[in-house]
């Protein structure tokens, strides 16, 4: 039973580039949220993709965006790169489009993203 | 809004002793749950224990359990008979509003 497979596990950008992360759910989820953790820091909740919409969005701007295929995959774009935005991006995956009650979140290893 | 703390950055503790990692929460959300992750080097996030605001009894599984106090708005993680692979990053998390919020994380160090 295959857990969240995030690729790529590492990548460097340089400011102002565009990047794409990718996030496949745990076999059996529908629901996907992205999560940004800098070092030293929590995670901080970006968006969740629920039935192929933005169900919920975290205090990110927008340059930060997702999308949702109909396989429950998903993809986190982040454009004109900060370096500020340099940190470990974690998917994590759930059923039912909700994260409320025993819902357990299952996470990725995360794509750790630096901007040079 | 939702806030979830940690205040301890790091914990030592010998192999086989009993450890308390503290978490206190803030919400309006009158059904809430709280969570704790742990998170090895990896980078993956781990979940460990689940105790929801409505649970009369404390959350157990297997080494961990939950203390939670409701009044005093504390979840702190107990971990028994340590053991040197739970030297990692633990955190805590809470679920309210449809929204996991995160704690800064507490350190785990187990010594031989």
């Known amino acids: 039973d295959a857990g969240v497979t995030q690729s790529p596990t590492h990548l460097i950008k340089t400011r102002g580039q565009q990047v794409t992360l990718r996030c496949s759910p745990k076999?059996?989820?529908?629901?996907v949220s992205w999560y940004q953790q800098a070092l030293g820091q929590g995670p901080q909740f970006i968006f969740q993709?629920?039935?192929?919409?933005?169900?919920q969005r975290g205090n990110f701007p927008d340059r930060f965006s997702g999308h949702q295929f109909p396989n429950y995959s998903s993809e986190l774009n982040v454009n004109a790169l900060l370096l500020g935005d340099s940190a470990l991006y974690l998917c994590a995956s759930s059923l039912g489009g909700t994260s409320s009650g025993a819902n357990v979140l299952t996470f990725g290893a995360g794509s750790r993203l630096t901007v040079l | 809004a939702q806030k979830i703390t940690q205040t301890q950055p790091g914990m030592f503790v010998q192999e086989k002793e009993a450890v308390t990692l503290d978490c206190t929460y803030d919400t309006s959300d009158p059904s809430y749950g709280l969570f704790w992750y742990k998170q090895p080097s990896s980078g993956e996030m781990i979940f460990l224990i689940y105790q929801g605001s409505y649970d009369q009894q404390n959350a157990t599984e297997g080494r961990y359990s939950l203390n939670f106090q409701k009044a005093r708005k504390s979840a702190n993680l107990v971990i028994s008979a340590s053991q040197l692979g739970d030297s990692a990053m633990y955190f805590c998390a809470g679920v309210g509003f449809q929204k996991l919020v995160f704690g800064t994380g507490t350190r785990l160090l187990v010594s031989p």
């Open positions: 993709y629920y039935e192929e919409e933005e169900r």
């Open positions: 076999s059996g989820h529908d629901t």
